[in-house]
């Protein structure tokens, strides 16, 4: 569907931007000190684009299936067991991002106030990525269960890299 390749496309590229603020934020941080004129709100902003970059990079990796699983015990098992265990860890994955998402909004909403160091940014937008990711990756997940099914949702993408281009 032409409107997820779209929606695959700019998430990237946030995730991307975001990466590149990071490091460029760190990289102002470091010359200003050695310099002897400190940037005092650099480290802030590389907080604050860091929380950004791992959200979209562990919704990336839902979206290829190439989380951490541990699957020796379940690999061993028949073929109903795994079909079992699958659909309870999907419920659990679900409930546990829906629980993440829900008390991260309240977490942002209770530091919108609350001032990032020296940036004038609210620190509501760094708790806000909590929220964000968690409801990204509630949808990247739904996506892989509908296309892969249960067991194969937890299949990492035969064409992991070239999906993401």
Request: glycine residues 10%; hydrophobic residues 60%.
């Amino acid at each position: 569907m032409i409107f997820w390749k779209y929606y695959d496309k700019i998430e990237l590229i946030l995730g991307l931007t975001a990466l590149t603020a990071t490091v460029l934020a760190v990289l102002i941080a470091a010359i200003g000190r050695s310099l002897g004129m400190p940037v005092t709100s650099a480290p802030q902003f590389a907080q604050l684009f860091l929380i950004w970059t791992v959200m979209f990079g562990a919704d990336l990796t839902m979206k290829l299936g190439m989380h951490i699983r541990v699957s020796a015990l379940t690999d061993l098992a028949p073929v109903r067991v795994q079909k079992a265990l699958a659909v309870v860890h999907s419920g659990l994955i679900l409930v546990f991002l829906g629980f993440v998402a829900i008390v991260g909004w309240d977490l942002s909403m209770g530091n919108w106030q609350r001032e990032l160091g020296a940036s004038g940014l609210s620190y509501g937008l760094v708790t806000l990525a909590l929220s964000v990711g968690a409801g990204l990756l509630i949808i990247s997940f739904l996506r892989r269960l509908v296309s892969k099914g249960f067991v194969g949702a937890f299949q990492p993408a035969d064409d992991a890299v070239e999906t993401l281009i």
